[in-house]
Protein backbone atom coordinates (compact mmCIF):
# COMPACT_ATOMS: atom_id res chain seq x y z
CA UNK A 1 0.00 0.00 0.00
CA UNK A 2 1.47 3.50 -0.81
CA UNK A 3 0.05 5.55 1.84
CA UNK A 4 3.18 7.51 1.67
CA UNK A 5 2.18 9.51 -0.87
CA UNK A 6 1.59 12.56 0.63
CA UNK A 7 5.03 12.40 2.63
CA UNK A 8 7.25 12.23 -0.68
CA UNK A 9 5.53 15.27 -1.61
CA UNK A 10 5.58 18.06 0.69
CA UNK A 11 6.99 16.46 4.35
CA UNK A 12 3.79 16.24 6.87
CA UNK A 13 1.13 18.19 5.71
CA UNK A 14 0.37 16.63 2.27
CA UNK A 15 -2.86 14.41 2.71
CA UNK A 16 -2.37 11.89 0.44
CA UNK A 17 -2.22 8.04 1.20
CA UNK A 18 -5.12 6.68 2.90
CA UNK A 19 -8.51 8.03 3.19
CA UNK A 20 -10.28 10.92 2.78
CA UNK A 21 -12.89 13.11 4.35
CA UNK A 22 -15.76 15.16 2.71
CA UNK A 23 -16.72 18.22 3.65
CA UNK A 24 -19.57 20.38 2.88
CA UNK A 25 -19.47 24.06 2.92
CA UNK A 26 -19.24 25.79 6.00
CA UNK A 27 -22.16 25.84 7.93
CA UNK A 28 -23.87 22.61 6.52
CA UNK A 29 -23.96 20.12 9.97
CA UNK A 30 -22.42 17.12 9.52
CA UNK A 31 -25.26 14.05 10.01
CA UNK A 32 -22.50 12.01 10.74
CA UNK A 33 -21.10 10.53 14.24
CA UNK A 34 -18.70 13.22 15.41
CA UNK A 35 -15.96 11.56 14.68
CA UNK A 36 -12.86 13.50 14.18
CA UNK A 37 -15.03 16.75 15.22
CA UNK A 38 -12.87 17.50 18.80
CA UNK A 39 -10.32 18.54 16.02
CA UNK A 40 -9.86 22.41 16.29
CA UNK A 41 -8.70 22.99 12.76
CA UNK A 42 -9.53 26.24 11.14
CA UNK A 43 -10.34 24.88 8.07
CA UNK A 44 -12.44 21.56 9.18
CA UNK A 45 -14.37 19.67 6.19
CA UNK A 46 -18.00 19.61 6.88
CA UNK A 47 -19.73 16.69 5.31
CA UNK A 48 -23.28 15.79 4.81
CA UNK A 49 -24.55 12.40 4.98
CA UNK A 50 -25.40 10.49 1.13
CA UNK A 51 -28.77 8.60 1.32
CA UNK A 52 -28.88 4.89 1.27
CA UNK A 53 -28.44 4.05 -2.64
CA UNK A 54 -27.48 7.70 -3.34
CA UNK A 55 -24.78 6.40 -5.20
CA UNK A 56 -24.39 2.62 -5.33
CA UNK A 57 -21.36 2.67 -7.21
CA UNK A 58 -19.63 3.89 -4.08
CA UNK A 59 -17.16 0.82 -2.35
CA UNK A 60 -14.88 1.17 0.61
CA UNK A 61 -11.34 -0.55 0.58
CA UNK A 62 -9.99 -2.40 3.71
CA UNK A 63 -6.96 -1.10 2.95
CA UNK A 64 -8.58 2.44 3.93
CA UNK A 65 -9.70 4.08 0.80
CA UNK A 66 -12.33 4.44 -1.59
CA UNK A 67 -13.48 3.13 -5.05
CA UNK A 68 -16.36 3.20 -7.16
CA UNK A 69 -17.62 0.21 -9.43
CA UNK A 70 -16.93 0.27 -12.71
CA UNK A 71 -18.13 -2.78 -13.90
CA UNK A 72 -19.82 -5.19 -11.82
CA UNK A 73 -16.88 -7.34 -11.03
CA UNK A 74 -14.29 -4.53 -10.98
CA UNK A 75 -13.10 -1.29 -8.65
CA UNK A 76 -11.63 1.87 -10.26
CA UNK A 77 -9.64 3.25 -7.30
CA UNK A 78 -6.10 4.92 -6.59
CA UNK A 79 -2.99 3.38 -7.54
CA UNK A 80 -1.29 4.67 -4.46
CA UNK A 81 -4.06 2.79 -2.54
CA UNK A 82 -3.09 -0.23 -4.28
CA UNK A 83 0.15 -2.85 -4.45
CA UNK A 84 1.81 -4.17 -7.65
CA UNK A 85 0.21 -5.81 -10.56
CA UNK A 86 -1.05 -9.07 -9.73
CA UNK A 87 -3.10 -11.83 -8.17
CA UNK A 88 -3.86 -10.97 -4.48
CA UNK A 89 -6.98 -11.89 -2.33
CA UNK A 90 -6.15 -9.08 0.42
CA UNK A 91 -8.43 -5.99 -0.57
CA UNK A 92 -11.85 -6.22 1.54
CA UNK A 93 -14.39 -4.64 -0.69
CA UNK A 94 -17.60 -2.96 0.88
CA UNK A 95 -20.79 -2.04 -1.07
CA UNK A 96 -24.25 -1.64 -1.17
CA UNK A 97 -24.70 0.44 1.65
CA UNK A 98 -23.74 4.11 3.45
CA UNK A 99 -23.08 1.98 6.59
CA UNK A 100 -19.93 0.29 6.62
CA UNK A 101 -21.16 -1.59 9.54
CA UNK A 102 -25.00 -2.08 7.70
CA UNK A 103 -25.63 -5.99 8.34
CA UNK A 104 -26.99 -5.82 4.75
CA UNK A 105 -24.08 -4.42 3.06
CA UNK A 106 -22.31 -6.65 0.15
CA UNK A 107 -19.06 -8.01 0.88
CA UNK A 108 -16.19 -8.72 -1.73
CA UNK A 109 -12.37 -9.73 -1.83
CA UNK A 110 -10.12 -9.09 -4.78
CA UNK A 111 -8.95 -11.85 -6.51
CA UNK A 112 -6.46 -9.48 -8.96
CA UNK A 113 -4.97 -5.85 -8.75
CA UNK A 114 -4.23 -3.80 -11.98
CA UNK A 115 -1.98 -1.12 -11.14
CA UNK A 116 -1.35 1.86 -13.95
CA UNK A 117 1.82 0.63 -15.39
CA UNK A 118 2.92 4.45 -15.76
CA UNK A 119 1.97 5.23 -12.04
CA UNK A 120 5.05 7.32 -10.75
CA UNK A 121 3.27 8.15 -6.94
CA UNK A 122 1.69 10.72 -7.84
CA UNK A 123 1.18 10.41 -11.59
CA UNK A 124 -0.94 8.12 -13.23
CA UNK A 125 -2.93 7.42 -10.15
CA UNK A 126 -5.44 4.72 -10.86
CA UNK A 127 -6.05 1.09 -10.46
CA UNK A 128 -8.26 -1.54 -11.13
CA UNK A 129 -9.77 -4.24 -8.50
CA UNK A 130 -10.86 -7.58 -9.61
CA UNK A 131 -13.62 -8.82 -7.31
CA UNK A 132 -13.69 -12.57 -6.76
CA UNK A 133 -17.62 -12.18 -7.32
CA UNK A 134 -19.89 -9.38 -9.43
CA UNK A 135 -22.17 -7.10 -7.71
CA UNK A 136 -25.43 -7.35 -9.91
CA UNK A 137 -27.91 -4.90 -7.86
CA UNK A 138 -25.81 -2.00 -7.66
CA UNK A 139 -25.28 1.14 -10.76
CA UNK A 140 -22.22 0.85 -12.10
CA UNK A 141 -20.49 4.50 -12.23
CA UNK A 142 -19.32 5.12 -16.28
CA UNK A 143 -16.23 6.59 -16.88
CA UNK A 144 -15.35 10.08 -18.70
CA UNK A 145 -13.97 9.36 -21.96
CA UNK A 146 -13.15 13.28 -23.30
CA UNK A 147 -12.61 15.95 -21.35
CA UNK A 148 -16.05 17.70 -22.16
CA UNK A 149 -16.92 17.13 -18.50
CA UNK A 150 -13.71 18.16 -17.21
CA UNK A 151 -15.01 21.28 -15.90
CA UNK A 152 -18.17 22.16 -13.60
CA UNK A 153 -18.87 21.60 -9.93
CA UNK A 154 -18.40 17.81 -9.32
CA UNK A 155 -19.86 15.80 -6.54
CA UNK A 156 -17.42 13.42 -4.19
CA UNK A 157 -17.89 11.06 -1.56
CA UNK A 158 -16.38 8.96 0.75
CA UNK A 159 -15.46 7.36 4.14
CA UNK A 160 -12.36 9.16 4.79
CA UNK A 161 -11.85 12.14 7.65
CA UNK A 162 -14.27 14.44 7.91
CA UNK A 163 -11.84 17.42 9.03
CA UNK A 164 -8.10 17.30 8.76
CA UNK A 165 -6.49 14.96 10.89
CA UNK A 166 -9.82 13.14 11.50
CA UNK A 167 -10.94 9.89 11.98
CA UNK A 168 -12.35 7.90 9.26
CA UNK A 169 -16.87 7.90 8.84
CA UNK A 170 -18.59 5.29 9.17
CA UNK A 171 -21.62 6.69 7.33
CA UNK A 172 -20.64 7.77 3.59
CA UNK A 173 -20.14 11.52 3.35
CA UNK A 174 -20.75 13.73 0.01
CA UNK A 175 -19.66 17.17 -0.75
CA UNK A 176 -19.44 19.27 -4.01
CA UNK A 177 -16.56 20.83 -4.99
CA UNK A 178 -16.19 23.13 -8.19
CA UNK A 179 -13.52 22.86 -10.50
CA UNK A 180 -10.17 24.75 -10.57
CA UNK A 181 -7.99 25.27 -13.60
CA UNK A 182 -4.48 23.92 -14.19
CA UNK A 183 -3.36 27.44 -13.57
CA UNK A 184 -4.59 28.18 -10.87
CA UNK A 185 -3.97 24.63 -9.39
CA UNK A 186 -0.15 25.35 -10.20
CA UNK A 187 -0.28 28.52 -7.65
CA UNK A 188 -0.67 25.85 -5.42
CA UNK A 189 1.22 22.95 -6.55
CA UNK A 190 4.23 23.67 -9.09
CA UNK A 191 4.39 19.96 -9.72
CA UNK A 192 1.01 19.58 -10.89
CA UNK A 193 0.89 17.62 -14.13
CA UNK A 194 -2.19 19.32 -15.89
CA UNK A 195 -3.22 16.50 -18.53
CA UNK A 196 -2.93 13.80 -15.32
CA UNK A 197 -4.61 15.38 -12.78
CA UNK A 198 -7.66 17.69 -12.06
CA UNK A 199 -8.10 20.05 -9.10
CA UNK A 200 -11.84 21.25 -7.34
CA UNK A 201 -12.76 22.87 -3.98
CA UNK A 202 -13.15 26.87 -3.37
CA UNK A 203 -9.92 28.10 -4.21
CA UNK A 204 -10.26 31.40 -1.80
CA UNK A 205 -11.83 30.06 1.05
CA UNK A 206 -11.60 26.44 1.26
CA UNK A 207 -14.17 24.35 3.63
CA UNK A 208 -14.76 21.29 1.32
CA UNK A 209 -12.72 18.78 0.29
CA UNK A 210 -11.78 15.01 0.39
CA UNK A 211 -9.45 14.18 2.75
CA UNK A 212 -7.22 10.93 4.14
CA UNK A 213 -9.35 7.75 3.25
CA UNK A 214 -11.39 9.19 0.26
CA UNK A 215 -8.63 8.55 -1.84
CA UNK A 216 -9.30 6.14 -4.61
CA UNK A 217 -12.87 7.22 -4.94
CA UNK A 218 -14.62 9.06 -7.49
CA UNK A 219 -15.08 12.75 -8.12
CA UNK A 220 -18.15 12.94 -10.58
CA UNK A 221 -20.49 15.23 -11.68
CA UNK A 222 -23.79 14.74 -14.31
CA UNK A 223 -23.17 14.54 -17.90
CA UNK A 224 -25.24 15.62 -21.23
CA UNK A 225 -28.42 12.95 -19.94
CA UNK A 226 -28.20 13.69 -16.67
CA UNK A 227 -26.21 10.21 -15.34
CA UNK A 228 -23.09 10.04 -13.27
CA UNK A 229 -20.12 9.71 -15.09
CA UNK A 230 -16.58 9.84 -13.18
CA UNK A 231 -14.36 12.47 -14.29
CA UNK A 232 -11.63 12.17 -11.40
CA UNK A 233 -10.19 9.83 -8.49
CA UNK A 234 -9.38 11.48 -5.44
CA UNK A 235 -5.38 11.31 -4.95
CA UNK A 236 -3.73 13.99 -2.73
CA UNK A 237 -3.98 17.75 -1.71
CA UNK A 238 -1.72 19.45 0.35
CA UNK A 239 -4.18 19.22 4.37
CA UNK A 240 -7.58 18.91 3.57
CA UNK A 241 -9.83 21.78 2.58
CA UNK A 242 -7.60 24.32 3.07
CA UNK A 243 -8.11 27.68 1.38
CA UNK A 244 -5.70 28.07 -2.01
CA UNK A 245 -4.88 24.14 -1.78
CA UNK A 246 -7.20 22.49 -3.67
CA UNK A 247 -7.84 18.52 -3.84
CA UNK A 248 -5.79 17.00 -6.61
CA UNK A 249 -8.02 14.21 -8.43
CA UNK A 250 -6.28 11.70 -11.35
CA UNK A 251 -7.65 13.16 -14.47
CA UNK A 252 -10.27 9.77 -15.68
CA UNK A 253 -10.50 11.43 -19.17
CA UNK A 254 -7.20 11.27 -19.79
CA UNK A 255 -6.60 7.45 -18.61
CA UNK A 256 -9.86 5.98 -20.21
CA UNK A 257 -8.57 4.61 -23.12
CA UNK A 258 -6.03 2.69 -20.63
CA UNK A 259 -9.12 1.72 -17.97
CA UNK A 260 -10.75 0.29 -20.21
CA UNK A 261 -8.23 -2.00 -22.47
CA UNK A 262 -7.09 -2.61 -18.30
CA UNK A 263 -10.45 -3.91 -17.48
CA UNK A 264 -11.26 -6.19 -20.51
CA UNK A 265 -7.72 -7.86 -20.23
CA UNK A 266 -7.89 -8.45 -16.21
CA UNK A 267 -7.96 -12.09 -15.56
CA UNK A 268 -11.89 -13.75 -16.15
CA UNK A 269 -12.05 -10.53 -19.21
CA UNK A 270 -13.07 -10.14 -22.10
CA UNK A 271 -9.56 -9.76 -23.48
CA UNK A 272 -6.78 -10.94 -20.82
CA UNK A 273 -4.00 -8.68 -20.33
CA UNK A 274 -4.09 -7.74 -24.13
CA UNK A 275 -0.60 -8.38 -25.48
CA UNK A 276 0.58 -9.65 -22.10
CA UNK A 277 -1.54 -12.86 -21.71
CA UNK A 278 -0.63 -16.30 -23.50
CA UNK A 279 -2.26 -19.52 -23.63
CA UNK A 280 -1.60 -23.13 -24.81
CA UNK A 281 -5.47 -25.01 -24.46
CA UNK A 282 -4.16 -27.89 -26.23
CA UNK A 283 -3.87 -31.24 -24.36
CA UNK A 284 -0.73 -33.27 -23.73
CA UNK A 285 -0.35 -36.12 -22.10
CA UNK A 286 1.34 -37.44 -19.63
CA UNK A 287 3.28 -40.46 -19.76
CA UNK A 288 3.28 -42.41 -16.50
CA UNK A 289 6.70 -42.12 -15.49
CA UNK A 290 7.80 -39.97 -18.21
CA UNK A 291 8.15 -35.65 -18.61
CA UNK A 292 5.66 -33.76 -21.53
CA UNK A 293 5.82 -30.14 -22.60
CA UNK A 294 3.13 -27.81 -23.49
CA UNK A 295 4.87 -24.66 -25.42
CA UNK A 296 3.78 -21.46 -25.44
CA UNK A 297 5.27 -18.98 -28.07
CA UNK A 298 5.33 -15.86 -27.21
CA UNK A 299 6.20 -13.21 -29.51
CA UNK A 300 4.81 -8.92 -29.96
CA UNK A 301 6.03 -8.74 -25.90
CA UNK A 302 8.19 -6.34 -25.58
CA UNK A 303 10.72 -6.08 -22.81
CA UNK A 304 10.86 -8.33 -19.41
CA UNK A 305 8.37 -10.60 -17.85
CA UNK A 306 6.80 -9.39 -14.79
CA UNK A 307 7.56 -9.95 -10.96
CA UNK A 308 4.45 -10.87 -10.41
CA UNK A 309 3.78 -12.92 -13.60
CA UNK A 310 0.56 -15.17 -13.03
CA UNK A 311 0.90 -19.09 -14.17
CA UNK A 312 -2.43 -20.77 -14.54
CA UNK A 313 -2.21 -24.72 -14.51
CA UNK A 314 -4.59 -26.85 -15.33
CA UNK A 315 -4.00 -30.76 -15.03
CA UNK A 316 -6.55 -33.39 -14.83
CA UNK A 317 -4.53 -36.44 -13.17
CA UNK A 318 -5.48 -39.44 -10.89
CA UNK A 319 -2.67 -38.79 -8.26
CA UNK A 320 -1.23 -34.73 -8.22
CA UNK A 321 1.31 -36.49 -5.82
CA UNK A 322 3.16 -38.61 -8.68
CA UNK A 323 3.66 -34.97 -10.32
CA UNK A 324 6.70 -32.43 -10.93
CA UNK A 325 5.56 -29.20 -12.69
CA UNK A 326 8.17 -26.22 -13.49
CA UNK A 327 7.50 -23.59 -16.01
CA UNK A 328 10.47 -23.44 -18.15
CA UNK A 329 11.42 -19.85 -19.41
CA UNK A 330 13.01 -19.30 -22.90
CA UNK A 331 16.86 -19.20 -21.80
CA UNK A 332 16.13 -22.62 -20.18
CA UNK A 333 15.59 -21.48 -16.61
CA UNK A 334 13.71 -23.74 -14.60
CA UNK A 335 11.03 -22.55 -12.11
CA UNK A 336 9.52 -24.74 -9.81
CA UNK A 337 5.67 -24.62 -9.58
CA UNK A 338 5.19 -28.41 -7.76
CA UNK A 339 7.48 -30.65 -6.21
CA UNK A 340 4.89 -34.00 -5.86
CA UNK A 341 2.57 -31.63 -3.59
CA UNK A 342 -0.94 -32.71 -3.01
CA UNK A 343 -1.19 -36.13 -2.09
CA UNK A 344 -3.36 -38.47 -3.34
CA UNK A 345 -5.87 -35.65 -4.33
CA UNK A 346 -6.43 -35.12 -7.86
CA UNK A 347 -5.75 -32.59 -10.65
CA UNK A 348 -4.18 -29.28 -10.47
CA UNK A 349 -6.12 -26.17 -11.15
CA UNK A 350 -4.09 -23.77 -9.49
CA UNK A 351 -2.73 -19.98 -10.52
CA UNK A 352 0.92 -19.39 -9.37
CA UNK A 353 2.48 -16.41 -9.14
CA UNK A 354 6.17 -15.92 -9.93
CA UNK A 355 8.89 -13.18 -10.18
CA UNK A 356 9.62 -13.11 -13.66
CA UNK A 357 11.61 -9.91 -14.03
CA UNK A 358 15.15 -11.30 -14.88
CA UNK A 359 13.16 -12.92 -18.09
CA UNK A 360 12.52 -11.47 -21.41
CA UNK A 361 9.15 -12.02 -22.23
CA UNK A 362 9.79 -12.78 -26.01
CA UNK A 363 10.69 -16.47 -26.85
CA UNK A 364 8.89 -19.86 -25.75
CA UNK A 365 7.78 -20.57 -22.46
CA UNK A 366 7.18 -24.47 -21.47
CA UNK A 367 4.66 -25.83 -18.68
CA UNK A 368 7.07 -29.00 -17.73
CA UNK A 369 4.87 -32.11 -16.52
CA UNK A 370 6.90 -35.28 -15.13
CA UNK A 371 5.31 -38.22 -13.82
CA UNK A 372 7.40 -39.78 -10.88
CA UNK A 373 5.59 -42.62 -9.76
CA UNK A 374 3.78 -45.19 -11.69
CA UNK A 375 0.40 -45.94 -12.04
CA UNK A 376 -1.70 -43.07 -12.04
CA UNK A 377 -1.85 -40.83 -15.32
CA UNK A 378 -2.85 -37.87 -16.64
CA UNK A 379 -3.12 -35.08 -18.88
CA UNK A 380 -1.96 -30.93 -19.19
CA UNK A 381 -5.57 -29.26 -19.87
CA UNK A 382 -4.46 -26.33 -20.92
CA UNK A 383 -2.00 -23.32 -19.22
CA UNK A 384 -1.99 -19.37 -19.13
CA UNK A 385 0.60 -17.08 -18.47
CA UNK A 386 0.63 -13.29 -17.84
CA UNK A 387 3.54 -11.80 -18.49
N1 LIG B 1 -4.28 10.79 -0.42
C1 LIG B 1 -5.45 10.85 0.38
C2 LIG B 1 -5.92 9.47 0.66
O1 LIG B 1 -5.16 8.56 0.53
C3 LIG B 1 -6.45 11.72 -0.22
C4 LIG B 1 -6.12 13.09 0.03
C5 LIG B 1 -7.02 14.01 -0.60
N2 LIG B 1 -6.71 15.28 -0.09
C6 LIG B 1 -7.34 16.38 -0.39
N3 LIG B 1 -7.01 17.47 0.20
N4 LIG B 1 -8.29 16.36 -1.29
O2 LIG B 1 -6.99 9.26 1.11
Not at 64 to 89: E, F, S
Request: one cysteine or more.
Amino acid sequence: MSRTLSVLRRAALLTVGVAAALGAAAGQSLAAPPAGNDDVQPQVVGGTRAAQGEFPFMVRLSMGCGGALYKTDVVLTAAHCVGATGPTTSIGVTAGSVDLQDPNRITRTSTYVYRSPNYNNPASDWALIKLNSPITNQALLPIATTTAYDSGTFTVAGWGAATEGGGQQRYLLKAQVPFISDTQCRQAYSELVPNEEICAGNWSSGGVDTCQGDSGGPMFRRDNNNAWIQVGIVSWGYGCARPENPGVYAQVSTFAAAIASAAAGLPGGSNPQPGRTFENQNNYNIPDMGTVNSPIAVSGATGAASASAAIEVNIVHTYRGDLVVDLVAPDGSVYNLLNRSGGSADNVNQTFTKNLSSETANGTWNLRVRDAASADTGYINGWKITL
